[in-house]
């Protein structure tokens, strides 16, 4: 039934034999029907199995398959997050960056200031707390420059923001260390 852009109806699944066979040549055992209409669902192809296992992730979870699916961990997106280095990055990080979206924009912003060798959980709490090659690059011109990771996140946890260091230093509290 339609009506105006939506509609509802039903349909019957019939899972591929032959996908089904090729899960398990994969390691994935026990698919169940469910399990291949989220892949179906998921646009979860052979080739995209494939190239996650020349990347590295021929041993990945079936949760986690889906949840790269679910989070649009591409190959590209995998491709990109190597070239800066994270060849060994477990797919949950994976998972973590696209859906905080780590990626290779927000690393190489990073890198040009000097943070060139950040673990992939620090990463992931510069891009929750807002930890961004702009704020880094703010700091830096006010003199604030190599500070570390977990003093730059907690800095953004506590609003300490440009603004707030040029008004103190507008009040005479210049050159406080960081």
Not at 6 to 20: D, I
Not at 114 to 138: C, K, N
């Amino acid at each position: 039934e339609l009506s105006g852009e939506s509609g509802s109806g039903r349909f019957v699944f019939h899972p591929s034999p032959e996908f089904g066979s090729f899960l398990e040549e994969k390691g994935f055992d026990d698919v169940e029907d469910k399990d291949m209409l989220m892949l179906c669902l998921s646009d979860v192809t052979r080739k995209y199995i494939d190239d996650l296992g020349a990347l590295g992730y021929s041993d990945i979870s079936f949760s986690n398959l889906i949840s790269f699916a679910i989070h649009d961990v591409t190959i590209d997106f995998i491709k990109g997050i190597h070239s800066f280095g994270y060849k060994d990055i477990t797919p949950s990080n994976l998972i973590s960056f696209s859906i905080h979206d780590v990626d290779v924009d927000f690393i190489r912003g990073l890198n040009s200031l000097g943070y060139d060798d950040l673990d992939p959980s620090d990463l992931i709490s510069f891009a929750i707390h807002d930890v961004t090659a702009e704020y880094v690059g703010e700091m830096n011109a006010l003199g604030y420059k190599n500070i570390g990771p977990s003093k730059l996140i907690s800095f953004c946890i506590h609003d300490v923001e440009p603004e707030f260091v040029r008004g103190l230093r507008e009040l005479g509290y210049a050159g406080l260390s960081s």
